[in-house]
C-alpha cells in the first residue's frame, strides 16, 4: 500500500488537497491494516484520516528548500521510463 505514497514537496505545480489526501489515506490504511474500516472502526479511522491530512498538508507548505522545484510532466515519464526497464511495455 505504501507505495503508492509518492513524493508531494517541491513540484510545480504545488501538490493539491486531493494529492496530499490520498496520500495520507494510504498510510491511515497502511497503519490501521484496513482498505476499509468497519462500521465499528470508521469514526476513529476517518478522525485519523483528517488529522494525518492537515499534518501532511501542514508539513508540505512549511518546507524550505533552494532547489528548482521539480516538473510533474519530467518526473512522470522518467518513472514510465524506469518502470518499463524493470517491468517490460505493458
Known amino acids: 500500500m ?9 513540484f510545480d505545480p504545488p501538490a493539491t488537497d486531493e494529492e496530499i489526501r490520498a496520500a495520507s489515506l494510504q498510510f491511515v490504511r ?3 491494516g484496513f482498505n476499509a474500516p468497519s462500521r465499528i472502526n470508521e469514526a476513529a479511522f476517518n478522525q485519523a ?3 494525518v491530512t492537515d499534518a501532511a498538508a501542514l508539513l508540505i507548505r512549511s ?5 528548482p522545484p521539480k516538473d510533474r510532466a519530467v ?12 517491468f517490460g511495455k505493458a
Open 30 to 32: 497502511k497503519l490501521s
Open 2 to 10: 505504501c507505495r503508492n505514497i509518492k513524493t508531494l514537496f517541491n
Open 63 to 67: 518546507l524550505v528548500t533552494l532547489a
Open 75 to 86: 518526473e512522470r515519464a522518467r518513472m514510465m521510463a524506469l518502470s518499463e526497464k524493470r
Open 49 to 51: 484520516l483528517d488529522q
